[in-house]
């Protein structure tokens, strides 16, 4: 789909270890996104990305970084990961003005 | 930021029966509205989206209205199918420049044959 991949798809982690998701694109697109979905919250941005170097926050930034040093190559990183960023993580590219594309996702569990 | 607001949070209906979902949007400057649908272990897949200068649109047995004066906008399936279960998401934007998508928290619906 859209040539958007996520690794890994799954993680066990400890408390206080960093974690770097990766999210990988192959079709150039200039908007990518990171989501969190959680029961009863539906999937809220974390951090985005506009260009090469251009990123910003979302509504749920804390605790996490994010890093675009090439077009095809979103990287999030929990810096200390806390058992409140047990989540599944999904990964968005934007096509054109309007439509977005999800990757399949990484289940990350914080133990 | 936008606020999105989705009901039911759970929906079961009987296999042919029409099912409709409701989302309200607090920021008047919206104008994208999509819809997903997340099958079980599966990632969100847009199935319509309808942009604020029409009211309606319909792709077979999927429909979308929207209500810019009251902010709230729905999704209509018909003759539903036990495909349909899922669960669905309803989002709002404001398109283009902006890159932010809010969604609501998600429907569940079970379609019972």
């Known amino acids: 789909d859209a040539g958007i991949t996520q690794s890994p798809r799954h993680k066990v982690t400890e408390t206080g270890t960093p974690v770097t998701l990766r999210c990988h694109q192959t079709?150039?697109?200039?908007?990518m996104y990171w989501y969190r979905q959680d029961p009863g919250h539906g999937l809220r941005l974390i951090h985005y990305?506009?260009?090469?170097?251009?990123?910003d926050k979302g509504e749920v930034s804390d605790g996490y970084s994010v890093s675009r040093s090439k077009t095809e190559d979103f990287l999030l990183t929990l810096e200390s990961a806390t058992s409140s960023q047990t989540s599944v993580y999904f990964c968005?590219?934007?096509?054109?003005?309007?439509?977005?594309?999800f990757g399949s996702g990484t289940r990350l569990t914080v133990v | 930021g936008e606020n999105v607001e989705q009901h039911p949070s759970t929906l079961s209906v009987q296999e042919g029966d029409s099912a409709v979902i409701k989302c309200t949007y607090s920021d008047s400057a919206s104008n994208y509205f999509p819809w997903y649908k997340q099958e079980l272990g599966k990632r969100p897949q847009l199935i319509i989206d309808i942009r604020s200068n029409v009211g309606e649109k319909k792709d077979q047995r999927i429909a979308v209205t929207l209500n810019k004066t009251a902010k709230h906008f729905s999704l209509h399936i018909t003759e539903t199918q036990p495909e349909d279960s899922a669960v669905y998401f309803c989002a709002a934007s404001i398109r283009p420049g902006a890159n932010n998508l809010f969604f609501g928290t998600g429907t569940r619906l079970t379609v019972i044959p």
């Open positions: 968005a590219i934007r096509q054109g003005d309007y439509g977005y594309t």
């Open positions: 990305s506009y260009g090469v170097k251009d990123t």
């Open positions: 079709e150039n697109h200039r908007y």
